[in-house]
């Protein structure tokens, strides 16, 4: 093959290369740190600012299995998927902020799988944090 078929071959490659390149885009847009009305702190996480506690909460309920997670009589994945985890999360934050909670701390997710459905429990505890001039006048 002649060098200037090897160079035409090579650009032709190249244009079809960068055309499909750019034409992709991710299906799912995925936030790496949502925005929720109140501040997050997991059961192994703790806010550095002192606080009260107000109310603990809870959300519990089941969603159906999802095609994908059942082949063949055979289960292929467990649990929610992290959409439906980052909803819970968000009606659990939303709860806190109608109690006048600035923070939702020791939050914990636990799930069960059954033949039909997944089960979710997501509990945290509502705050309040203390306000700076409380703290100075001890």
């Known amino acids: 093959m002649s060098y200037k078929k090897q160079i035409t071959r090579f650009l032709s490659l190249l244009v079809v290369f960068v055309g499909v390149t750019s034409c992709f ?34 959300i519990k309920g089941e969603v159906p299995l999802m095609r994908r997670q059942w082949d063949n009589g055979r289960m292929l994945s467990r649990g929610n ?42 509990t945290g505890l509502a705050v309040k944090y203390k306000h700076e001039y409380e703290n100075s006048a001890k």
């Open 25 to 58: 885009r991710p299906v799912a847009y995925l936030q790496n740190k949502p925005n929720y009305p109140v501040d997050v702190f997991y059961e192994n996480q703790r806010p550095e600012r002192p606080f009260d506690p107000l109310q603990d909460l809870e």
């Open 81 to 122: 998927d992290a959409q439906q985890k980052e909803l819970m999360l968000a009606r659990l934050t939303i709860q806190a902020k109608k109690l006048g909670a600035d923070a939702l701390v020791a939050v914990r997710y636990t799930y069960y799988t059954s033949m039909t459905d997944n089960g979710y429990v997501m």
